[in-house]
């Protein structure tokens, strides 16, 4: 299975709010408004929302059982979030992740809540913590550090989001460079065929994205060459060595501070 397929995004559909007969004037905002609240209101949706502020995705089947409803009542539920542009959906495999559809969903969600008196929900993982720390998904990274290692690229600007391909990454040059000095044979992840260069891995424990793709696949052969990570003999997880704890401390807190 290629990585187009196992990471294939669900397109996003227009908002309810924005549908409109042709040529017929959009919605006003207080109507717009109006739509949206109607979305949040209903308390299955409205707990479905409030279980994704944490920021990890979520599968139908989990959101299901938080909104205590059957499988297609839930997926009537999540449509109309899906239509109303509060969440959105990537397909992975066999699977569907839901997710908050940017901050501003959550920070609208976020002032609702004070008003309630609600805090914020947690997050609470039920992975084993060997698993949950690092362990290989197909041949990248995956885990708390492969999360960490994602955001970190992302922020230091070394990938930025492809335009024309939701959920893909395009190589910077900051980042050819930095990828280069950390081991990562840059020029055979460009040169893969038949896969793409980068994308988002949605992670199984963390329910955030980790990195897939060629280069994610090339930079955990890099840290395992660099005996930064072990092999468990017996599973999918990755012991962090000494080295590797030490060496990607310094590579966050260097080009953090």
């Known amino acids: 299975m290629t990585d187009s397929a196992r990471h294939r995004p669900v397109p996003r559909r227009r908002p309810t709010s924005a549908i409109a007969e042709e040529g017929a004037a959009p919605p006003s905002a207080d109507r717009a408004l109006a739509d949206v609240a109607a979305s949040i209101a209903e308390p299955v949706r409205a707990r479905m929302l409030c279980c994704l502020m944490d920021g990890h995705a979520r599968t139908a089947t989990e959101l299901a059982a938080v909104g205590e409803v059957a499988a297609s009542t839930a997926s009537a539920h999540l449509s109309r979030l899906l239509g109303q542009g509060l969440v959105t959906c990537l397909a992975q495999g066999k699977h569907r992740y839901y997710t908050l559809a940017g901050t501003t969903v959550g920070q609208a969600l976020e002032a609702l809540l004070v008003l309630a008196g609600r805090p914020r929900p947690q997050f609470e993982p039920t992975t084993p913590p060997a698993l949950r720390q690092a362990r290989r998904c197909y041949d ?51 040169q893969a065929r038949r896969r793409r260069l980068a994308c988002a891995c949605m992670d199984w424990s963390e329910r955030r994205p980790h990195l897939g793709g060629a280069l994610g696949a090339a930079w955990l052969q890099a840290m395992l060459t660099q005996a930064w990570l072990d092999p468990d003999l017996d599973s999918r997880a990755l012991r962090l060595t000494r080295r590797g704890q030490t060496q990607l401390n310094r590579l966050l807190e260097d080009t953090n501070s």
């Not at 460079?177 to 081991?183: E, K, S």
């Open 140 to 190: 990248h990274l995956a885990g708390h550090w492969g999360v960490r290692l994602h955001d970190h690229a992302l922020r230091q600007g070394w990938m930025v989001p492809a335009a024309d391909e939701p959920g893909a990454y395009r190589l910077s040059e900051t980042g050819a460079a930095a990828f280069a000095r950390l081991g990562v044979d840059v020029d055979a992840a460009t």
